[in-house]
C-alpha cells in the first residue's frame, strides 16, 4: 500500500491479473473434454467465473508446531483477499515449516530444498500463476 493510499485509508491499485494460467486453457466451457476437470472444480465449490480467472497459487507453513508459524494462516488469508481484489482465484495449498529452536541440530537448511521442491512441484502440477 502506498503512504497516500493509507492515510486514506484506502487500497492502492495493485496488479490487475489478466489471461489464464496453462492448466486453466482446457476450462472453456465448449470444452466437452474437459467437463470431468470443471466439474471436480465445481465440486470443490469454484463458480464458473472463479474458473475463468487466473489461479493464482497462494503457499503457506501454516502449524501449530513453532509460534513462528501460527499467524501464517491470517497472512494466507489476506494474500488470498488480494489475489480476489487483483482479479485472481486463489488456490491456497500448504508446505512444510519446521524450526531449528529449542532443538538439537540445524535441519532447517535441510528442509529448505525439500520446502522449495514441494512448492514447485504443486505450481506446475495445478499451473498456478
Do not use: C
Not at 491479473?17 to 472453456?28: A, D, H, I, V
Not at 474437459?34 to 465445481?42: F, G, I, V, Y
Amino acid at each position: 500500500m502506498d503512504e497516500d493510499a493509507g492515510a486514506r485509508g484506502t487500497r492502492a491499485s495493485g496488479p490487475s491479473l489478466t489471461g489464464s494460467t496453462p492448466n486453466q486453457t482446457s476450462l472453456s466451457p465448449d470444452s466437452v473434454a474437459a467437463a470431468p476437470q470443471r466439474a471436480r472444480l465445481h465440486a470443490m465449490g469454484l463458480t464458473s467465473a472463479q474458473m475463468a480467472r487466473p489461479f493464482v497459487g497462494v503457499v503457506t507453513s501454516w502449524n501449530e508446531a513453532s509460534p513462528g508459524n501460527i499467524a501464517l494462516a491470517r497472512q494466507a488469508q489476506a494474500v488470498k483477499r488480494g489475489v480476489r481484489d487483483a482479479g485472481g482465484t486463489p488456490r491456497e495449498f500448504t508446505t512444510i515449516g519446521g524450526s531449528d529452536s529449542g532443538v538439537s541440530g540445524i535441519s532447517s537448511l535441510i528442509s529448505r530444498d525439500l520446502i522449495a521442491d514441494s512448492i514447485e512441484a504443486m505450481v506446475r502440477a495445478h499451473g498456478y500463476a
